[in-house]
């Protein structure tokens, strides 16, 4: 067999497992999972072909030669129409997309969407205060304790759960710093470095460009922080929270990386001396023990 030959039966070899693939993936799906009828005799396990090919937007003959391996070559635009139509999850999608030869795309912007897993793994830090941050510094879950120690942010709009914006565009007053931290001048560093690497990966992401183009224009601090040019630094190992209720909390700062989504969950801990008032905090909640009832 000539080199000419064993690449196309590579290419034929791969072509059989994307038809396997996407064989497989149309069995496991319900007509109920994508609010289609089931109707009776239906022979098949799953959706049917032609329900593949409504729901990806392309026709029953096209998407029927995939299954059999005889089609051409699947453009990016299909790949990611028939992704999300056999609800493929992140690996599943890249692996879609590799077996069709067309390698993913970089995403265009930091991922909002938490996994499930992380959102019970918060509700499972009854002692700890969590929170999970996008690469631009927007919470975007966070659980009980964390609401109680910082702030409820299912009341504010997105926008003010930026912290970024938050810390750069809030009060000027030290008194009245982003929720009383101790270490705000850090933390207000430690924001730019990262927002700067954020903005190199996403170029073209207008959220990222037009969050970092209002900081520059509106913060001082902020723009002579961008001009240094400096890039990601480990935030501080351990912190204090200036709580209206409570006072001053002394909390471990530990962080995880979610690479995957490009996230990271921030787990504050009692530190020595300050157990009493995290548990005050799990017990009164949200609720403002200094403001008139």
Not at 132 to 156: P, Q, R
Not at 251 to 259: A, E, G, K, Q, Y
Request: include cysteine; aromatic fraction near 6%; proline fraction near 8%.
């Amino acid at each position: 067999m000539n080199r000419q030959e064993r690449v196309r039966e590579r290419e034929r070899a791969r072509e059989r497992e994307l038809a396997d693939f996407l064989r497989g993936r149309r069995e496991r799906i319900m007509p109920a999972d994508v609010g289609l009828p089931a109707g009776p005799r239906r022979r098949t396990p799953g959706l049917r072909r032609e329900e593949v090919a409504q729901l990806a937007y392309i026709s029953t003959e096209y998407y029927t030669r995939l299954e059999q391996a005889r089609a051409p070559h699947p453009s990016r635009e299909v790949l990611a129409q028939l992704a999300r139509a056999l609800r493929l999850s992140d690996p599943e999608r890249d692996h879609l997309h590799h077996l069709a030869g067309v390698p993913p795309a970089p995403p265009s912007g930091p991922s909002r969407e938490v996994r499930q897993s992380i959102v019970q793994l918060l509700d499972r830090l009854p002692e700890a205060a969590a929170v999970v941050l996008s690469a631009t510094y927007e919470v975007i879950a966070w659980n009980n304790l964390a609401a109680a120690l910082m702030e409820d942010f299912s009341l504010l709009p997105r926008r003010d759960r930026n912290l970024a914006r938050r810390t750069f565009l809030g009060p000027c007053d030290p008194e009245h710093s982003l929720y009383g931290v101790s270490d705000t001048a850090e933390f207000s560093r430690t924001m730019a470095q990262h927002l700067r690497a954020t903005a190199a990966r996403y170029p073209d992401d207008p959220e990222v460009t037009s969050l970092v183009e209002e900081l520059r224009t509106s913060s001082h601090e902020f723009a002579a922080l961008w001009a240094t040019h400096e890039v990601a630094t480990r935030p501080t190992l351990c912190k204090t929270f200036q709580h209206p209720t409570v006072g001053f909390v002394a909390v471990h700062c530990d962080v995880l990386d979610i690479t995957d989504r490009d996230q990271r969950v921030f787990i504050y801990t009692a530190a020595p001396g300050s157990e009493e008032a995290m548990r005050l905090l799990s017990v009164i909640g949200t609720q403002r023990m200094d403001v008139p009832g």
